[in-house]
């Protein structure tokens, strides 16, 4: 965003603290090194960023796709101190209201949507418990101990592992649906330490096992990857730096009457175990029932396979699908096999719906929702955005 020719407004691109989950993914992204962090936030340096827009797509939550048409960038350290993202500047629109030079259409557009309400910005669900975030961070992070290390799958290809972490004394309050980060040990190629990589939390917040100080974490073994490998390779008793909580809107609602649409593939799965545990240990089946759609290559690829089998239909009424076994479907061919109990679930204004897990399941996932949508006059786009205004859809891909 070079020299700002003093009357030019600018748009600036900005990262909103409220929703970033601090998975550094973007800042190891920008290939011009425009993104950097603290130990609190992450933040787009004014003076490099040439809005690339090459961050975008990879962040899981949406928030570095903020912008704010600006008279004088929002410099750094105001960046930093950040909670919440500033609303947009009232500048006008045109040179005789704003006294800058009139400006472009993009920007006149981007002002219009700021207007009118930011329609696609994820929210917690209403009656869902407030969570705590970044209570550890890359500065003073917390030291966790592997109590168990077992692995989920039996497919050679896919090395699917579940991870629990002993807390012992500390306090780390956690929510379902929130992720944690875990620091790899060790420097990358220019000598800097390792970021922390992200992963969601697969037990409820009273514990793996209940009122014990301890939590689970569903890793896949990446090939050729740092992190996954470190965590997967494990031993018990061995000792990890942990950051976060993060995530403050892919939550549980509290309200045992909320229907959830939990649709899953692979490692997504782990948010969804933690949801159907804390509803198992709470409400039982006596809730507004959970319906989960989950994807795999297998059945000795799918996580959790067994434990699922065991858990009662009248709390999960769950699909697994396989794309490579038997049939092969995919997660949205089920869903559009399953319509009418989906187009039911889209109606009900208790309904919460949480996607999860591979990125390249987005796009077939809208596509059946839209067809589903559609088929009982609900245009999807609409729809979606009421739900995600009211804290009712949610979507965490990576
Ligand atoms: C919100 C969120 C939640 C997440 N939750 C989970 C979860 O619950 N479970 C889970 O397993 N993951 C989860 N992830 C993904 C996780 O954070 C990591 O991105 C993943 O584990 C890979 O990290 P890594 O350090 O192993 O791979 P990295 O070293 O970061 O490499 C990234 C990718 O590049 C590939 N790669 C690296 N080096 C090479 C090379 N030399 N040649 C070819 N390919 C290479 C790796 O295979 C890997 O796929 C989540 C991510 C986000 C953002």
Not at 15 to 27: N, Q
Not at 133 to 162: E, F, S
Not at 280 to 286: A, C, M, N
Request: glycine share 10%; net charge negative; charged share 25%.
């Amino acid at each position: 965003m070079p020299g700002n020719g003093m009357n030019m407004p600018l748009k600036q691109h900005l990262i909103d603290p409220e929703i970033c989950i601090r998975c550094y993914t973007c800042e190891m992204t920008c290939p011009i090194g425009a993104i950097e962090h603290d130990d609190t936030n992450v933040v787009v340096n004014p003076d490099i960023c040439n809005s690339c827009m090459d961050c975008i797509p990879v962040c899981p939550t949406g928030s570095i796709d903020e912008w704010r048409v600006v008279a004088k960038p929002y410099s750094l350290e105001d960046q930093y101190g950040w909670e919440e993202l500033p609303d947009q500047e009232d500048l006008g629109t045109d040179e005789a209201s704003t006294g800058l030079e009139a400006l472009d259409a993009e920007m006149a557009a981007l002002l219009a949507e700021a207007h009118q309400g930011a329609g696609g910005k994820a929210r917690a669900p209403a009656s869902a418990a407030k969570p705590a975030i970044n209570t550890y961070t890359i500065g003073k992070p917390a030291v966790a101990r592997v109590q168990g290390n077992y692995r989920l799958t039996d497919d050679p290809g896919h090395d699917v592992r579940h991870i629990i972490l002993d807390l012992e004394g500390l306090p780390f309050a956690v929510l379902e649906g929130q992720s944690i980060g875990v620091i790899p040990p060790g420097t990358d190629a220019q000598g800097r330490p390792h970021l922390p990589r992200l992963y969601s939390i697969s037990s409820p917040r009273d514990g793996e096992r209940a009122q014990y100080n301890n939590l689970s974490l569903t890793v896949k073994r990446e090939e050729n990857g740092l992190c996954s490998n470190y965590i997967c390779d494990l031993e018990k008793g061995a000792e990890l730096r942990i950051t976060g909580p993060f995530g403050a809107t892919f939550l549980l609602p509290g309200d045992p009457e909320a229907r959830l649409l939990m649709i899953c593939t692979g490692t997504g799965a782990a948010p969804m175990r933690a949801f159907t545990m804390r509803r198992q240990r709470t409400v039982g089946g006596k809730s507004g029932g959970m319906t989960m759609f989950f994807g795999a290559r297998a059945p000795e690829s799918l996580p959790y396979f067994g434990p699922l089998s065991k858990v009662p239909r009248e709390l999960l009424d769950q699909h697994l699908v396989y794309s490579r076994h038997g049939k092969k479907e995919y997660v949205q061919d089920r869903i559009l096999a399953e319509r009418a109990k989906v187009a039911d679930l889209l109606v009900d204004p208790k309904t919460h719906i949480y996607i999860c897990g591979l990125r390249g399941m987005e796009a077939g996932v809208e596509q059946a929702l839209t067809d589903i949508a559609g088929s009982i006059g609900q245009p999807w786009t609409g729809l979606r955005d009421t739900m995600r205004e009211a804290g009712r859809y949610h979507v965490e891909t990576y």
